[in-house]
């Protein structure tokens, strides 16, 4: 069975700083990859998904991953910080060979962004 | 227009009553899923369905019933409410014509109750 681990149920910076949200994934084989966000009262909207094609993957807003098979990681990055930015972020996986697409998330994490 | 709209946004109810939560797309997914977001949990997947006659049990389907009235409706009922299935809910479509498709969500139902 596959699992998602977010390292960090709350994360705090400040406008302009490196964001880095940590993503680790359990599979018997690499799957798909999603970063969500959501804002308040408002749904969860794809940021960027990796489907092995390239490793370094980019998304909207200026936010980035990268897929590490030998760390089994899919950490999400921006550099520098918008007071915009503040949210909730989950990180997803689904299993190569299903029929379904099912998506398992991480716990999620809150990003708080400090003037 | 939002491509997943879910009704209602908002619902206090109490204990021991039937309650169902609506879904419709207009984006022409096959696929629909419910799920369950609790604080420090993330998203729980209640019931998913593959197409009109193709409904599945998920992780945490207790409690719950889906019902799919057409390829872009799907509801999902509590057939008698108790207080832990306070949460917000929310519904989610995804294309089954290729891979590794994210999933399209709509902007979620808050769900209490008494």
């Known amino acids: 069975a596959q699992s998602v681990t977010q390292l960090g149920s709350h994360v705090s910076v400040s406008e302009g700083a490196l964001v880095l949200l940590r993503c680790n994934y359990s599979?018997?084989?690499?799957?798909?990859l999603f970063w969500y966000v959501q804002y308040p009262n408002q749904g969860l909207q794809l940021l960027l998904k990796y489907t092995s094609a390239a490793t370094l993957v980019k998304g909207i807003n200026g936010f980035e991953a990268e897929f590490k098979k030998s760390e089994t990681s899919f950490h999400l990055t921006k550099p520098s910080a918008h007071m915009s930015d503040a949210a909730e972020y989950f990180c997803a996986v689904s299993a190569k060979g299903t029929s379904y697409g099912k998506l398992t998330f991480g716990q999620g994490t809150i990003l708080t962004v400090h003037p | 227009d939002a491509d997943v709209t879910q009704t209602p946004r908002n619902r206090i109810t109490k204990t021991g009553k039937r309650i169902m939560l609506e879904c419709s797309q207009t984006?022409?997914?096959?696929?629909m899923y419910w799920y369950r977001q609790d604080p420090g949990l993330g998203l729980r997947l209640i019931y998913y369905s593959f197409d009109v006659k193709d409904i599945n049990k998920g992780e945490i389907s207790d409690g719950y019933s889906v019902s799919r009235q057409a390829q872009a409706k799907f509801s999902l009922s509590l057939e008698s409410a108790i207080p832990n299935q306070t949460a917000l809910y929310f519904c989610?479509?995804?294309?089954?014509?290729?891979?590794?498709?994210?999933?399209?969500f709509g902007d979620g139902t808050r769900l209490s109750i008494l």
């Open positions: 989610a479509t995804s294309d089954q014509t290729a891979v590794g498709q994210p999933q399209h």
């Open positions: 984006k022409g997914h096959d696929r």
């Open positions: 599979s018997s084989v690499p799957p798909y």
